[in-house]
């Protein structure tokens, strides 16, 4: 079974950082993309950056130049560092892991974790 946990989240000033990580369970003979999103209160879920299978990477503007993502493939996980933070970065960071297929057979279904909570104070 497929299982998503985050960690890493806290209570920062702006100006300061956190790293934020994420590890998939049950995924050892899947090929999968894996992201970060967040949500603020009143506001929708929005993408954050995001990792493909292949390698490739994918920012939002608003963290371009900030935010970097990384993988650990042997232990199916994925990191963001997050530095010089800001107020309006205020969010529960969620990762997503989409799998596109497990041994020959296509899967193509997103799986979430329950999200970690990261605030900025001005």
């Known amino acids: 079974q497929v299982q998503v946990v985050e960690s890493g989240g806290g209570s920062v000033q702006a100006g300061e950082s956190l790293r934020l990580s994420c590890a998939a369970s049950?995924?050892?003979?899947?090929?999968?993309?894996m992201a970060w999103y967040r949500q603020a209160p009143g506001k929708e879920r929005e993408f954050v950056s995001k990792?493909?299978?292949?390698?490739?990477?994918g920012d939002a503007e608003s963290v371009k130049g900030r935010f970097t993502i990384s993988q650990d493939n042997a232990k199916n996980s994925v990191y963001l560092q997050m530095n010089n933070l800001k107020p309006e970065d205020t969010a529960i960071y969620y990762c997503?892991?989409?799998?596109?297929?497990?041994?020959?057979?296509?899967?193509?279904?997103?799986?979430w974790g329950q999200g970690t909570q990261v605030t900025v104070s001005p």
């Open positions: 997503k892991i989409h799998v596109v297929r497990c041994y020959e057979d296509y899967v193509r279904k997103d799986y």
């Open positions: 049950g995924v050892m003979y899947c090929q999968y993309d």
């Open positions: 990792i493909d299978a292949d390698g490739t990477t």
